[in-house]
């Protein structure tokens, strides 16, 4: 009912990119919010990404502003994450996740209620 798979993890050197994605059942991409969370071998959890379901708001950890873009496919129920000029720090399991009420973005906050197996980056230097 609340299936999120995430596809498009990879290595790449610094300065690459990659875009992953998140294809969603009906019920996990009609939630209030969904984002892409991180979690590096050590570090705390970090939320980078999230964008509103009604209004389209997205909203940035400031490790990725500029580099990373979030968007929505609604024909194909498709969550995206586009990472440009990666650096050996965004090295993590990303996570696709969604949320009915509440997404905040950065570290040390709540996972959302629903996310997905995630998808390992690797960015070397």
């Known amino acids: 009912q609340e299936q999120l798979v995430e596809s498009g993890g990879g290595s790449v050197q610094a300065g690459g990119s990659l875009r992953l994605s998140c294809e969603a059942s009906t019920y996990a991409y009609s939630r209030y919010c969904m984002g892409w969370f991180r979690q590096a071998a050590g570090k705390e959890r970090e939320a980078v990404a999230v964008i509103y379901t009604g209004s389209g708001y997205t909203e940035y950890a400031d490790s990725v502003k500029g580099r990373f873009t979030i968007s929505r496919d609604n024909a194909q129920n498709t969550l995206y994450l586009q990472m440009n000029g990666l650096k050996p720090e965004d090295t993590a399991m990303y996570y696709c996740?969604?949320?009915?009420?509440?997404?905040?973005?950065?570290?040390?906050?709540?996972?959302?209620?629903?996310r997905g197996q995630g998808t390992q980056v690797t960015v070397s230097s």
């Open positions: 996740a969604a949320d009915g009420s509440y997404c905040p973005i950065g570290r040390g906050g709540p996972m959302y209620n629903y």
